[in-house]
């Protein structure tokens, strides 16, 4: 059996794709990451994923106001 898909496992996915994405553009400027298709190509896609992720949460959740607080 896979992972049970509920709240708490895409919570986990966003705050992983979050984490890398704070990881790899540490101390790059928006100039080398246009110089460098690679790593833009992986940041948008894990944008993506992210975004598609927060689409399979619960109303309960997408209801909250925690996204403001991530700022």
């Given at each position: 059996?896979?992972?049970?898909?509920?709240?708490?496992?895409?919570?986990?996915?966003?705050?992983?794709?979050?984490?890398?994405?704070?990881?790899?553009?540490?101390?790059?400027?928006?100039?080398?990451?246009?110089?460098?298709?690679?790593?833009?190509?992986?940041?948008?896609?894990?944008?993506?994923?992210?975004?598609?992720?927060?689409?399979k949460?619960?109303?309960?959740?997408q209801?909250?106001?925690?996204?403001?607080?991530?700022?």
């Open positions: 059996m896979g992972n049970i898909k509920n709240d708490h496992y895409y919570l986990d996915k966003i705050k992983k794709d979050i984490a890398f994405i704070v990881i790899h553009m540490k101390d790059v400027d928006l100039q080398e990451l246009n110089e460098n298709e690679v790593l833009l190509d992986s940041m948008l896609f894990r944008m993506i994923q992210i975004s598609e992720n927060a689409k949460l619960s109303c309960r959740i209801e909250r106001k925690v996204w403001s607080s991530m700022g």
